[in-house]
């Protein structure tokens, strides 16, 4: 677990995994207690696995509906896990590598294996984003995912192939661009 004190830059811009060893993104070791959303999806998207030090009430001597475990980010974050866990049961995690230098965002974990092909890119602010899909030809399944409402707001097909595939969130605020190859 990386500590705050080693590199600041795990909080708000974690470095991609090497894959030289497994890297528990602990949010116990960055703030004690702290951490948000954003933070949960660019761990999980440079190849970090991100935990989350929750302060569960049991733990403190705080009257029920007071105390650290209430904030709001705190459920955000939960929520956060909880989605990066569904799109870590879909795709096949052990075949994605960090692969910034695919997305604009520089946040993306990609497996580029034809015929299997999966791109998941974290957008922190939303909007555009370029994707190299150079790599992966045919068509491919694109898929929007909308952090704050916890759904998939959009799915198409598009053609592989190209090195600039730029794509835009149809909502606004972070987003998830999650891009397979299709079956057909």
Known sequence: SPKVMENEDYKENPPPADGSKVIIS???????????????????????NPIFMDPLMRCYNYPPGVGPAEKPEYEEIR?????????????????MVPSGKLSSSGY???????????????????????VDLS?????????????EAGMVTETWTINGGSAATSL??????DAVLYIQTSAN
């Open 79 to 95: 929520r956060q896990m909880g989605q990066t866990l569904r799109y870590a049961e879909k795709m096949d995690l052990a075949a």
């Open 168 to 173: 835009t969130a149809p909502f606004d605020g």
């Open 108 to 130: 993306c974990l990609a497996n580029q294996t034809p015929g299997d092909a999966e791109y998941l890119v974290y957008l922190p602010e939303g909007g555009s984003v370029v």
């Open 26 to 48: 602990d949010t116990d070791h960055l703030w004690g207690l702290g951490g948000s959303g954003a933070w949960v999806w660019k761990s999980f998207t440079r190849g970090h």
């Open 135 to 147: 790599a992966t030809v045919g068509k491919l399944i694109v898929e929007w995912f909308e952090p």
